[in-house]
């Protein structure tokens, strides 16, 4: 973003979801200066939807996010499970309009990443491993922090311009690396 955020919020459906942002912005030298300005939102409180806690927030968040006087950026990440990633999006977006707020313009300072069923298969491909996004159990086995501060690296890397992305790039992440350069 080129007017650098004096604040950074993430909402995520997970801790590995919330780990790969936040480690990525680490490998970003300008947010490592204001790394005690980057709040996690809460979780979930139980092992429901996740992308529903998400749709459920995204509006409340947004308005936060446009009310506050200081420049903040809102990091939103979430599966796309039995929906497309666009579509996954989009229903983010019918929740701001039933909330009867503004849609998100290029000008807002609003991120959103979709993986397709988790963000383990981001973090695999990322790893140079071989994974199908149609895979609904690619978070098996699960990953560890390492793997998870490994992964951002990789992404840091595949996200700069003119990058040569791994060949174990899936769709859904391959079509967000514009979004994760236009964070940092």
Known sequence: M??????????AEDQEQQNLVWHYLKNCSQYRK?????????LPASRG?????????FPLQVAACREQQARNLLIVITDADNLTPLDREKTLHDELDRASYV????QDPIVVFVPKWQVETWIKCLLGQNVREDDRDSDRPSVCREEIV????ELFAWARPHAAIGVTCVDSLRSALPRWLRIG
């Open 34 to 42: 204001i790394m005690g300005r980057v709040r996690k939102l809460p």
């Open 49 to 57: 939807c996740g992308s529903q806690y998400v749709r459920e927030q």
């Open 2 to 11: 080129s007017n650098h955020p004096s604040a950074v919020l993430i909402l």
């Open 103 to 106: 849609a998100i313009t290029a």
């Open 150 to 153: 490994a992964a951002s690296k």
